[in-house]
């Protein structure tokens, strides 16, 4: 074990020793490369392991060998022995220079689970940067370091949520899916006894598997002294709706929400003091925050890493797991299962899977062991039978493509009904095809704006008021909405699923009315047409089963949609962080974590739109920004009115004059550039407006 005090001693050995002698005698010292050479020449093996650590305290965790383009390598700064003699000569203090070092492997065991290593140099690592952060916050803003401290436990917060959780069932009436819906949560309850590990969810839709996963998440967390609990959602759409769920049972003060698009009127909660560090009892958080911080090389993502041991983490919506980089998020889930306490549950409707290998010919998903993910319901068919409240109908054939006139005119004959589409291009065809009061939803509106129009249709369903909706798949999955009749464009069988649970999520029908149509293009190629593709096998091989939704359907669609996918692990990520080298500490840290992105943030960028909400007046947040400059507050509330731009499309916009760059931040001027129905046009014609 190699305790912090260590860590932090190779840290200062030589930034203490180059404040003995002046400056203009000595030269500047690179002290973390002075101290990272010390390291390895005191002990070749976990010198070598400090040395990451000190030589990355400031500038992140360095690859071993050189990238170009990347950055320095550790192997390059470890040979530069001129800065260890330079800091020798300042007479650093023998204790500090005499500290002994560890022996034990890491994550006892003899390097044969290279997967294990980079994540335990990085919780190392963690450990150093929080400490240095928390320190430097202790001395220059005292106030915020008092702050810190909540009295919030997960004892206290059970004792709160059973309390919730009793009153909301007296009030519920009586009926086969509220039943079904306590025997899920007397299931949660009861399977949280079994030990750490890796667990899965598998609940239809509407089944009530945010405040049951809770359940188990803080019952599992107290029988086994776990710290925290974390909520990871793939969509920032479902996150907001899932944070005020759990607000709402334990007040703002125990939940941490972490996400992109968080409101910063809520900042003031100590909660969310603990952002940078997710030293909170509750974080929901998006699986971008959670997955790209476990790859990150940068101090301050990694600064939060150690606070995930020994907790207990949801994976929301565990379908929606970003295929191309499944290997390496499978393989640390597997080591923070193994080495460091955390306990793991795959929560969905539509579970995948993801055990054993998978795929077909070079292209295997080396999964979880078999029998590894233990299933939290008694009998997941069952309650699929009772939770079957929707009958699936094609229109046409499978193979046969609809035209949109055709669709349209099939919307036409219902006042309440909700169309999913595939595309941003295919919502805004279809939608002009659609009656005057269409509703238009995609993610071309900034949050600010979808956020008001959800609330806008969930009014107008609750009061039985016409509403017609086209949208993209930012419906699809997690959010609390009920329609009566649902039609989707042909695409996978899990995301048919996520629009059959919009469609009479009450129950209060005795069966709502969900129509599939292929669309009159396929969707571009690439991961959503194989999708679509193995879902269209589904209905023509298995079209009963297809159209039950039931557990078995959807292990048949993901051995078929996983045989079609070309690479689990497309940047090699596997290879830079856990290939045979990593036995002798040689990884790539700072290139692996630039090609682990589940958002490709180099072809896109973030434009501030000038959409008017009640609620916030972003025209003086943008005067702010261009007097004042950007702070973390600020850029918060920004976020509210941020829509993502293609590179392509962001250079059209620059040079028709129709955005500005704002000390640094691209923000809208032309009046037509945003429309209050479709948001962001980004082939509006120019009209200087502002």
């Known amino acids: 074990m190699i305790s912090g005090n260590t860590i932090l001693s190779g840290r200062n050995i030589f930034a203490e020793a180059t404040g003995t002698i002046p400056r203009r005698k000595m030269g500047k010292i690179d002290h973390s490369a002075a101290g990272a050479i010390h390291a390895v020449q005191k002990n070749a093996g976990v010198g070598k392991i400090l040395a990451y650590l000190i030589a990355g305290h400031h500038a992140g965790l360095p690859d071993w060998e050189h990238e170009a383009g990347v950055g320095g390598a550790l192997s390059d700064r470890l040979s530069s022995v001129e800065n260890l003699q330079k800091a020798l000569n300042g007479n650093p203090p023998q204790e500090i220079l005499d500290v002994s070092l560890p022996s034990s492997r890491p994550c006892n065991t003899a390097f044969k689970d290279y997967d294990a290593v980079h994540v335990w140099l990085r919780m190392l690592y963690s450990c150093l940067v929080d400490a240095d952060f928390l320190d430097t916050e202790a001395f220059m803003n005292p106030d915020k370091t008092d ?27 009586t009926s086969p899916v509220n039943e079904a819906r306590k025997a899920i949560l007397d299931d949660c309850r009861n399977k949280a006894e079994l030990e750490s590990g890796l667990f899965s969810l598998t609940v239809p839709t509407g089944g009530g598997k945010t405040l049951s996963s809770m359940a188990f998440a803080l019952n599992h967390a107290i029988r086994y002294g776990k710290k925290r609990i974390i909520i990871a959602i793939p969509y920032t759409s479902i996150i907001e709706q899932t944070a005020a769920i759990y607000r709402k049972v334990f007040g703002n003060d125990a939940v941490l929400e972490h996400h992109s698009n968080f409101d910063p009127e809520k900042e003031n909660s100590k909660a969310n003091h603990a952002v940078d560090n997710w030293d909170a009892p509750i974080i929901v958080t998006t699986n971008v925050q959670l997955f790209e911080s476990l790859f990150a090389s940068k101090s301050s993502a990694c600064r939060k890493l150690h606070n995930i041991v020994n907790s207990v983490i949801v994976l929301d919506e565990a379908q929606m797991l970003p295929t191309e980089y499944l290997q390496p998020i499978v393989s640390v889930i597997k080591v923070l299962a193994d080495y460091f306490k955390t306990s793991v549950v795959l929560c969905t409707a539509t579970q995948p899977v993801l055990s054993g290998r998978i795929g077909s010919g070079q292209n295997v998903l080396k999964g979880f062991s078999e029998g590894s993910v233990r299933e939290l319901m008694t009998d997941p068919e069952n309650l699929f039978r009772v939770f079957q409240r929707v009958d699936i109908q094609m229109l046409g054939s499978s193979d046969e493509r609809q035209e949109w006139p055709t669709v349209a005119e099939q919307l036409h004959r219902y006042q309440q009904v909700l169309c999913i589409v595939n595309t941003r291009n295919d919502c805004r065809e279809l939608h002009a095809l659609m009656p005057e009061g269409t509703v238009h939803l995609s993610a071309l509106m900034c949050p600010e704006h979808r956020s008001l129009i959800i609330a806008e249709i969930k009014f107008k369903l609750k009061e039985n008021i016409p509403v017609r909706v086209i949208s993209t798949q930012l419906l699809e999955a997690g959010v609390d909405i009920d329609f009566p009749i649902v039609f989707r464009a042909f695409t996978g069988l899990d995301s048919i699923a996520q629009a059959a649970g919009r469609c009479n999520r009450e129950g209060r029908l005795d069966k709502g009315q969900v129509f599939i149509f292929n669309p009159p293009k396929p969707p571009p190629a690439g991961m959503m047409l194989k999708a679509e593709q193995a879902g269209q096998e589904m209905f023509r091989v298995y079209p009963e089963l297809a159209a039950s939704l039931m557990p078995e359907a959807f292990r048949k669609y993901f051995h078929l949609y996983f045989n079609r996918l070309n690479d689990f692990d497309k940047k090699h990520i596997v290879d830079l962080l856990a290939g045979p080298d990593s036995r002798h500490f040689k990884i790539q840290f700072r290139t692996a974590a630039l ?28 005067d702010q920004l261009r007097f004042a400059g950007p702070s973390r507050g600020l850029m918060r509330k920004l976020q509210r009115f941020s829509v993502n731009v293609y590179d392509r499309d962001l250079q059209e916009l620059r ?15 032309d009046k037509n550039l945003y429309d209050p129905v479709f948001g962001l046009d980004v082939k509006a014609t120019p009209n200087l407006y502002w």
């Open 655 to 669: 040079k028709n004059g129709m955005i500005e760059d704002v000390n640094g931040i691209w923000v809208q001027t």
């Open 595 to 622: 090609h682990f992105k589940l958002i490709d943030d180099a072809q896109q960028h973030g434009l501030v739109v000038r959409y008017q909400s009640g609620a916030i007046n972003n025209e003086k947040l943008i």
């Open 147 to 173: 702050s810190r401290t909540s009295a919030c436990t997960l004892e206290g917060l059970k004792d709160v949520f059973d309390l919730f959780m009793k009153e909301m069932q007296e009030k519920a009436q």
